[in-house]
């Protein structure tokens, strides 16, 4: 059995996310893992999905998360008393959204480009 380790911020890993791919994906995955210099396929996996670009299609559910978040982040600020007290975890969200929001703002820009 090998040996459990934490990730780079001191977490352990025992989630299990699995999905489904077609042959051809799979050693299309298996040769970008190759070319990536990654150690592991999970390595690339996480990388490509945490830090790469997502395109993000608004829709009801997708405001009704951002107010839950939201909502979330803001009783985390307003129980807090000193900056030295918020957890760095609190910003994964923002970022997320901010994200989100400024691909929604280039891809508004980008459609009044292509109407003139």
């Known amino acids: 059995m090998s040996k459990k380790k934490k990730d ?11 999905f489904r791919v077609s042959p ?8 970008r893992v190759k070319l990536s210099g990654a150690e592991t396929k999970r390595e690339y ?4 999905v945490l ?3 997502v395109t993000a299609k608004g829709n009801p559910l997708m405001l009704v998360t951002f107010r839950r978040e939201l909502q979330h982040i ?3 600020l307003e129980r807090l008393t000193s900056i030295d007290e918020m957890d760095s975890e609190l910003l994964t969200p923002i970022r997320s959204m901010l994200e989100i929001l400024e691909g929604f703002r280039k891809n508004s ?5 292509d109407e003139y």
């Open 74 to 76: 803001e009783r985390e």
């Open 45 to 48: 996996i996480i990388q490509s």
């Open 8 to 18: 780079d911020k001191n977490r352990w890993r025992n989630l299990t996310v699995a």
């Open 109 to 113: 820009t980008e459609e009044k480009n």
């Open 24 to 31: 051809e994906e799979n050693e299309e995955l298996n040769i």
């Open 51 to 53: 830090h790469q670009q």
